[in-house]
């Protein structure tokens, strides 16, 4: 299979825990987006790699997010100190630079903090 | 600012046709739309470039009114595997693409 793949695909953790989940994109693929989708709702952007350079962060991710995709190819997405609200899908997307901007989504990681 | 989808939800019989409407307040450069089944990843379906386009395949199609803002999405003789929850995404020429909330698509037999 060589779509977008994520691990792992959902994680249960305690209020307070840190959690990291990871991202492996399409191999030829150099830009790299991490979205969250709450239930009922669209992927609402988090942030945005072009190779390793984090480009951009949305305002959603406060301080406790933190994103990395040394070497360009696959990233993390880390929470630290989770809560109840950051309970969610955790997608990933990757697309090839100069093809439409066509984004293709792994299977996402479904976080539910207790 | 997120696209404004319509209608929230439609249920269809197999055979029948449906429209989704995908509008943004802001000039698009793109419009992206995606199908999603309950637990499963967002898929492509087609995008849509500023100029003004209509795109299909199979019974799927949709077009794109540049001046107007917005984006319709044709389902024509539905099947039962059209199910799901539509997206329409909408970029305004950089690399972001903001979601609407979705249409809930149920196709019964």
């Known amino acids: 299979d060589t779509g977008v793949s994520q691990d792992p695909r959902h994680k249960i953790t305690k209020r307070g825990q840190n959690v990291t989940f990871r991202c492996d994109p399409i191999s030829e693929h150099n830009r790299l987006y991490w979205y969250r989708q709450t239930l009922g709702q669209g992927p609402e952007f988090l942030t945005y790699?072009?190779?390793?350079?984090?480009?951009?962060k949305s305002r959603l991710l406060s301080d406790r997010f933190s994103a990395e995709r040394p070497k360009g190819s696959f990233s993390t997405l880390e929470i630290q100190r989770t809560e109840q609200g950051d309970s969610a899908m955790y997608l990933c997307?990757?697309?090839?630079?100069?093809?439409?901007?066509?984004?293709?989504f792994g299977p996402g990681t479904r976080l539910l903090v207790l | 600012q997120q696209p404004v989808q319509s209608p929230q939800a439609v249920i269809l019989r197999e055979g029948e046709d449906a429209v989704i409407n995908c509008s943004s307040s802001?000039?698009?450069?793109?419009v992206h739309w995606y199908r999603q089944k309950h637990g499963e990843a967002p898929i492509f379906l087609m995008i849509?470039?500023?100029?003004?386009e209509q795109k299909g395949h199979d019974k799927i199609s949709a077009s794109f009114n540049e001046k107007k803002q917005q984006s319709s999405l044709y389902l024509t003789a539905s099947q039962l595997s059209y199910s799901g929850t539509y997206f329409c995404?909408?970029?305004?020429?950089?690399?972001?693409?903001?979601f609407g909330a979705g249409t809930r698509l149920f196709v019964k037999a």
């Open positions: 995404g909408t970029n305004t020429g950089g690399f972001k693409t903001i």
């Open positions: 790699f072009q190779n390793e350079a984090q480009l951009e």
């Open positions: 802001k000039a698009l450069y793109s």
């Open positions: 849509l470039l500023k100029g003004g």
């Open positions: 997307a990757s697309s090839l630079q100069g093809d439409q901007e066509t984004q293709y």
